[in-house]
């Protein structure tokens, strides 16, 4: 009895202070069971014209593989703790401190979340830590399925590798400086600024030669790389803005968002990396409207990504990736349920090349003259359809099931004329794609305290 009593001492000596420091404890569980059906294949089609003699293939089609999968995922997990405190004078601090879990796997804590120090008053919120920018923020309760797995934020999963080209991109800054203004009749600003601190990207990514050329490449038959580094250790390296207006069930929202340092992200069978690009600029636009028990949103982005440049065959290449991405989403109450449907599309060019007429190629043997060529391109494309239903059983507690259907083709296709020195007058082009569909069926619960 002794040590019950001693226990609940302790527990109070550790609550009360909380409590006067006006900290408050919070968070989320969930978790979803999924089961995905992941579909692959490729296309081609060209044609060769050497010398007057001309072969070509219309379109073949062959199936790579298909997987299915079940797994249990956590999805957003967190605990957090939030303060503040009144400084006097209408002006208060205000802190927190969220760090993610997988209630899935378990193990340790997952990687940090928003948390911050700042001060707040009539004139609006300033803070500094780790937060989601006002680029995310503008748009952040427009997509009714965040956080599960029809998130409009997912990467598209071709089965060997999954990407973000095609999907919408938000980003929880480290290093932040931002600020919050009040709400002015239903007009809200918010702006922010993140130092590099060193940080590295990279302004040039260059396969630069052949064998055979004037460069310092000398390694038989591979590409040379060279990489430009720019340092990035200025005040404002990153920014973002946003306008955000709410009133009688309207939400319009303008964001725009600098990334000098940004990274494109790939994953091949499960090891993910990341391809470093040396300016990323983008901008989204959102709506929603709510009118009785039904809301309908829309969300617009278009996204354009540097990675440099590089030459091949007397090509220069640009590689600059652009992308537009947008959804749209509606929303029906009844009761206790909702019913919920998001139809998006995106779509990517990543490089386009201009070729210099009349300069000499040298390259596995073959010598000749480049005429001209049309623009080489690679592109890509997605299409995504969600449905689901949600009940709640209580303010703080829900269940969900949805489905979510992938389709993404990824491909590069162009032309170019010349004459080899051995084999003549050439004309070639052809149009090369990866194609991939993915289905997944999700059952969730989501707990909030």
Request: proline share 3%; with cysteine.
């Amino acid at each position: 009895m002794k040590k019950i009593i001693m226990s609940a001492s302790i527990a109070a000596a550790m609550v009360i202070p909380a409590a006067h420091a006006g900290v408050t404890i919070y968070g989320k569980m969930h978790a979803s069971i999924d089961y995905t059906d992941v579909a692959l294949g490729y296309g081609v089609s060209y044609y060769v014209d050497i010398d007057g003699a001309r072969f070509d293939d219309d379109n073949f089609f062959d199936p790579l593989g298909d997987e299915q999968m079940w797994g249990v995922n956590s999805r957003a997990s967190r605990i957090g703790f939030k303060g503040t405190e009144d400084l006097g004078n209408g002006l208060s601090l205000v802190w927190k401190a969220e760090t993610g879990y997988d209630i899935a796997d378990g193990g340790a804590w997952g990687g940090a979340r928003n948390a911050y120090i700042g001060l707040a008053g009539d004139w609006g919120t300033f803070l500094y830590g780790i937060h989601d920018t006002p680029y995310k923020m503008s748009t952040g309760r427009l997509d009714p399925f965040a956080d599960t797995a029809a998130d409009f934020n997912a990467p598209t999963d071709f089965g060997m590798f999954t990407t973000n080209l095609f999907s919408f991109q938000d980003v929880r800054a480290e290093n932040a400086i931002a600020y919050v203004s009040p709400n002015m009749n239903g007009l809200t600003f918010a702006a922010a600024i993140v130092p590099g601190e060193g940080a590295a990207s990279y302004s040039a990514f260059v396969p630069s030669a052949f064998p055979g050329d004037d460069s310092d490449c000398k390694i038989d038959h591979d590409f040379c790389f060279d990489i430009d580094e720019d340092i990035h250790d200025g005040l404002a390296d990153a920014y973002s803005v946003a306008a955000m207006y709410e009133n009688n069930g309207l939400y319009l929202s303008a964001a725009y968002e600098s990334l000098p340092a940004h990274s494109i992200s790939w994953g091949f069978d499960g090891f993910p990396f990341s391809l470093p690009t040396g300016q990323q600029d983008k901008y989204r636009l959102g709506a929603g409207y709510t009118m009785n028990n039904l809301t309908i949103n829309g969300v617009y982005e278009n996204r354009t990504s540097d990675f440099g440049s590089m030459s091949i065959f007397e090509y220069d290449q640009k590689l600059e990736a652009d992308s537009d991405i947008w959804q749209v989403s509606a929303v029906y109450t009844f009761g206790n349920s909702a019913l919920k449907l998001a139809y998006g599309q995106g779509d990517m060019s990543l490089a386009k090349s201009e070729s210099n007429p009349g300069e000499t190629y040298s390259a596995y043997g073959y010598t000749g003259v480049l005429y001209d060529a049309d623009k080489l391109e690679r592109y890509g494309e997605q299409e995504v359809i969600s449905v689901g239903l949600e009940h709640n059983f209580s303010k703080r507690t829900k269940v969900y099931a949805l489905y979510t259907m992938q389709e993404a083709d990824l491909g590069i296709k162009g032309s170019a004329q010349g004459a080899d020195d051995d084999a003549g007058p050439f004309d070639v082009g052809g149009d090369a794609h990866l194609t991939a569909e993915n289905d997944t069926f999700s059952m969730g619960m989501i707990h909030s305290f």
